[in-house]
């Protein structure tokens, strides 16, 4: 199954991230039974399904944390699926994870900086004073800026509020610049106002051009974001479709 | 004045092999015991070379860092699959083999009677005799090996490792060669114990296995506990504080018999001090970036 231009006015139909017939099998128990699908540059697939259903496994499959007893894994038509996590995510592969994936005894500052000098090398500011690092000090004090956290820079992350800390997550993937983002539930646990600046961000992404796979209980926010929804069920994929069809044909029973 | 020359040079000493503890148990968080095996290493081989075969001082360092550098390595891929206590357990054993082998291999290291006679280094001609031209010589070395550290303190290196620290997985996400990251912390850290063991050899020219026991360890321990793990400055400050602290020891009359293991009680009271009110209070983080 293919989620590709239909639907929508961005992106051309180049496939960046393929899944073939993905098997997933923990301690004997069937955890994910022959996925497949692909997915085009710059569209927005929602992941939705009862708890337990496989989905954070899919993710911790695509990013290379668990390895998969069969099937094929492709970015941009490239064999990844024995790589080490690392390695994919250099490759373009960002993920977020589901409990807050900050690190929390660094400040926020430092959190971006990691990003900017794991993409762009850390040879080059190896010495306080280089070019390099002042660069990347600044670069990052502007992608703070974007979500408004910039007054926050020299604090501990640990000292964030939880919808703060998911923006921090995803101003550090936008820093990593990766072009496939898997975002794991980046709503939990975040409230209204918060969400809606979320929200912006994913739309930032979405011009961009990134292809985002999100993780979402709530319909709406898949309604409002996503282009097509992958309904998982017991390791299996239900259906794909797009979400308003999802709701009117009322697939989503669990 | 002779007396302070010497606190002086084992204050320097003493930093180097901290820090260089530091740059593994602070930064990576692992606890790593084999360090003081690195430095006993570093003094054994500085010791061997320079009394067996005439070796100049830099050929001795140069060759006691490599060998250390060497042995790290394996040590390295043999503990660092293991995690948190399991680590901590490898490490000692493997620190255990290399003091056993130093007792034990009499040939090379003369066992428990230590080897004598180290001749001190010389630099143009000039031999160290001198205590005050030796703290030149070593202040020298340290001044270098600690703008080093200090660079590394702050470099996207130390950042890296301290991320992987608390939790690995999220370091990888970000693109981050964890196992390669904590191999070069692993590595620099053997590097600045066998030189700090080196000096150690050359400057009291007489070492034996008794130097590089559990108690030295534990000393290191408290140094870094005590300057906050992962703080450059707070590490430096406490090696100057600790090693100062104990000398005041010396004036209270009691039989050196019972000062020795006086010491040892006023440590582990320090650290249990410490570790009782919250080390992050007692030296807070400093800010990198």
């Known amino acids: 199954m293919q989620i590709d231009q239909k639907g929508s006015s961005r992106g051309d139909n180049k496939i960046t991230l393929e899944v073939e017939r993905l098997t997933l099998t923990i301690q004997g128990l069937k955890i994910l039974d022959n996925i497949s699908f692909k997915i085009c540059r710059g569209k927005t697939v929602g992941i939705i399904g009862p708890n337990g259903s496989g989905k954070t496994s899919l993710f911790n499959l695509l990013s290379g944390f668990y390895t998969q007893d069969t099937g094929i894994?492709?970015?941009?038509?490239?064999?990844?699926?024995n790589l080490p996590p690392y390695v994919r995510a250099r490759r373009g592969l960002g993920r977020t994870f589901q409990n807050f994936g900050i690190f929390?005894?660094?400040?926020?500052?430092?959190?971006?900086?990691?990003?900017?000098?794991?993409r762009k090398g850390a040879w080059r500011s190896f010495f306080p004073w280089s070019k390099a690092h002042k660069e990347n000090r600044k670069e990052a004090m502007v992608i703070l800026g974007g979500v408004n956290l910039e007054n926050k820079a020299d604090e501990l992350a640990a000292n964030l509020s939880g919808g703060q800390q998911r923006l921090l997550e995803l101003a550090r993937i936008m820093a990593l610049?990766?072009?496939?983002?898997?975002?794991?539930?980046?709503?939990?646990?975040?409230?209204?106002?918060?969400?809606?600046?979320?929200?912006?961000q994913i739309s930032l992404l979405k011009e961009r051009d990134r292809t985002i796979l999100i993780i979402e209980h709530d319909l709406e926010f898949i309604e409002n974001f996503c282009d097509q929804a992958?309904?998982?069920?017991?390791?299996v994929i239900q259906a794909i479709a797009s979400p308003t069809e999802l709701r009117e044909t009322n697939q989503l029973k669990w | 004045m002779e007396y302070l020359t010497h606190l002086l040079i084992i204050i320097l000493i003493y930093s180097l092999s901290a820090q260089g503890f530091n740059l593994v148990f602070g930064l990576g968080g692992l606890f790593n015991f084999a360090?003081?095996?690195?430095?006993?290493?570093?003094?054994?081989?500085?010791?061997?070379?320079?009394?067996?075969?005439?070796?100049?001082?830099?050929?001795?360092?140069?060759?006691?860092?490599?060998?250390?550098?060497?042995?790290?390595?394996?040590?390295?891929?043999?503990?660092?699959?293991?995690?948190?206590?399991?680590?901590?357990?490898?490490?000692?054993?493997?620190?255990?083999?290399?003091?056993?082998?130093?007792?034990?291999?009499?040939?090379?290291?003369?066992?428990?009677?230590?080897?004598?006679?180290i001749p001190r280094p010389r630099i143009f001609s000039i031999e160290l005799n001198n205590n005050i031209q030796f703290l030149l010589f070593?202040?020298?070395?340290?001044?270098?090996?600690?703008?080093f550290l200090w660079c590394l303190f702050r470099s996207p290196f130390a950042r890296k490792i301290r991320s992987a620290k608390r939790e690995i997985s999220y370091s990888l996400a970000l693109g981050n060669n964890v196992f390669l990251t904590y191999a070069l912390f692993f590595i620099l850290s053997a590097v600045f114990a066998s030189l700090a063991g080196a000096i150690f050899a050359y400057y009291l020219s007489y070492i034996d296995p008794s130097s590089f026991?559990?108690?030295?360890?534990?000393?290191?321990?408290?140094?870094?506990?005590?300057?906050?793990?992962?703080?450059?400055?707070?590490?430096?400050?406490?090696?100057?504080?600790?090693?100062?602290?104990?000398?005041?020891?010396?004036?209270?009359p009691l039989p050196p018999g019972v000062l020795g293991p006086l010491r040892q009680i006023f440590f582990a009271g320090i650290l249990f001090i410490i570790l009782y009110f919250r080390r992050a209070k007692f030296l807070p983080y400093e800010r990198i970036v």
């Open chain 1, 230 to 235: 992958i309904v998982l069920n017991n390791g």
């Open chain 1, 104 to 118: 929390r005894d660094m400040t926020l500052l430092e959190n971006i900086i990691l990003s900017l000098e794991s």
């Open chain 1, 73 to 81: 894994i492709k970015l941009y038509g490239e064999e990844i699926s």
């Open chain 2, 213 to 252: 026991v559990l108690a030295d360890m534990i000393f290191i321990l408290t140094i870094c506990a005590v300057g906050s793990p992962g703080s450059f400055w707070g590490c430096l400050g406490a090696t100057l504080f600790l090693v100062i602290l104990p000398e005041f020891l010396r004036f209270i």
């Open chain 1, 177 to 200: 610049q990766s072009q496939v983002l898997l975002l794991d539930e980046p709503t939990a646990g975040v409230a209204p106002k918060l969400r809606e600046a979320l929200g912006e």
């Open chain 2, 35 to 117: 360090h003081i095996a690195f430095v006993a290493i570093g003094a054994y081989v500085a010791a061997i070379l320079s009394t067996n075969f005439d070796a100049q001082w830099y050929i001795g360092l140069f060759t006691a860092i490599l060998v250390a550098c060497l042995v790290s390595l394996p040590i390295y891929f043999l503990t660092f699959r293991l995690n948190g206590d399991h680590f901590v357990l490898g490490s000692f054993a493997l620190s255990s083999l290399i003091s056993m082998v130093i007792v034990n291999w009499r040939e090379v290291t003369k066992g428990a009677l230590g080897i004598a006679g």
């Open chain 2, 138 to 147: 070593v202040f020298v070395l340290v001044l270098f090996s600690l703008f």
